[in-house]
């Protein structure tokens, strides 16, 4: 049947908007976002910035609090050799770092676990969720360092969960660029920090597949130009 001139259909149904004129599809990881290029030239320069599903303008906007303590903390980031040197333990000297800077913020963020569960007809399951590094007003934050890389998967979904559940607004990853490898050569640990390992390129295709399902998420990675001859 034809349509109205308006485009809709006779029950007023309206077309469907094209591709090119829509926001973007949600399948897409951006790099090169309106808000992201807003971003401090510094922060630009010094990470390896994607987001999905306009993270970056959620978090900008709807949590300009947390948005400050985020950017403020990544400024403010070296990557020291002392930390890159060290032998791993239960956490990692750059994630030490990293955390701890949020956990002095005011109000501090703080490492959250929620406990959860699924009633049916009254009976009670426990479905628990992994915790999350650093946790304030709805925005969630993980720092993966250099864990094995299905710890990506695990924080996407608990993301993701998070979010269904409406406990979480925005998800947040620091982690390591590809680039830094060359570095961790020169210093003799490139056995350390392997391709099984978490890097930006073992989690980008997990982004772009939707492991953090409707969450919007936003990922920050160290670059080389923040790596500093401490000792």
Known sequence: MPRRADGADPEGVPPPVPDQAAAGPARAVAAETPCIQSLPEDVRT?????????????????FPDEFADIIDVLRRFKLKRSHVIEPGGRKSKVAQAIDGEFFRKTPPWEEKQFSTKIVVDEVGIESPTHSVDCYRNGVALEIEWNNKDPFYDRDLNNFRLLFDLRIVSVGVIVTRCDELQAIFNRLGRGSSYGASTTHMSKLLPRLEGGGGGGCPVIVFGIRDVLYTEDE
């Open 46 to 62: 010094n990470y390896e910035i994607h987001e999905w599903r306009h993270a970056c303008a959620v978090l900008r906007d709807d």
